[in-house]
C-alpha cells in the first residue's frame, strides 16, 4: 500500500515522526499522542490539506511524500463507518480522538485506514511512528508540491 503525506518543506525531515500530531490534536488524537496523518493519494492528501489553507494564499513551500507499506510485513486494520458515533463528521470530536488514541496505545497495527470526512467514500491512513513495524515502512525523498493557481483567488 503506498500512502501519502504533503507538509512544508521545512518540515519535511520530521513529516513521519507523528511529532506534530503530538503538539496539536488532529480530528484522531488528542495532544500529546504522536500519530502521522496519510491519506491513500495523493490526490487526497492534496484536498485534505487544501481544506485547512486560506483560499486567498497559495503555498509555495509544500512537499509531497509518498511512502509505501509492504504487503504482508506489516498490519493494517479498517475502522468501518458503521462502527464510528453517529457524529463522527463534527469538528474536535473527542470520541474521534479516544478512538485513535486507544489505537495507538493497542499497538494492534502499524496503519489504520479511516473515513476522510473531505471526500466521502475515500480513505485516510494513520500511522503509529511507536509500533515496532513502523522501521519497515518505506519513505521516499519529498519533492516539491504546487498547487494550481487557479484554486485561489485573491481577496479584492
Not at 480530528?27 to 487526497?44: C, I, K
Not at 484536498?47 to 511512502?67: G, R
Not at 511512528?129 to 485561489?152: Q, T, Y
Request: with cysteine; charged share 20%; proline share 8%.
Amino acid at each position: 500500500m503506498q500512502v501519502w503525506r504533503i507538509c512544508k518543506a521545512r518540515f519535511a525531515v520530521s513529516a513521519f515522526t507523528g511529532e506534530g500530531a503530538r503538539l496539536y490534536q488532529g480530528r484522531w488524537n488528542p495532544t500529546g499522542v504522536r500519530m502521522v496523518y496519510t491519506s491513500s493519494s495523493l490526490a487526497l492528501a492534496s484536498i485534505e490539506f487544501f481544506v485547512h489553507l486560506d483560499p486567498s494564499v497559495a503555498p509555495t513551500d509544500l512537499v509531497s511524500t509518498s511512502a509505501t507499506l509492504p504487503p504482508g510485513k506489516v498490519t493494517i486494520k479498517r475502522l468501518a463507518v458503521e462502527d464510528l458515533p453517529t457524529d463522527w463528521r463534527a469538528l474536535d470530536n473527542p470520541a474521534l480522538q479516544a478512538i485513535g488514541a486507544d489505537w495507538i496505545t493497542s499497538q494492534s497495527s502499524v496503519a489504520l485506514e479511516v473515513p476522510s470526512i473531505a471526500v466521502e467514500d475515500e480513505w485516510n491512513v494513520l500511522l503509529n511512528p511507536s509500533h515496532p513495524d513502523f522501521s519497515r515502512i518505506v519513505i521516499a525523498i519529498p519533492k516539491p508540491f504546487h498547487f494550481d493557481h487557479r484554486m485561489f483567488k485573491p481577496e479584492l
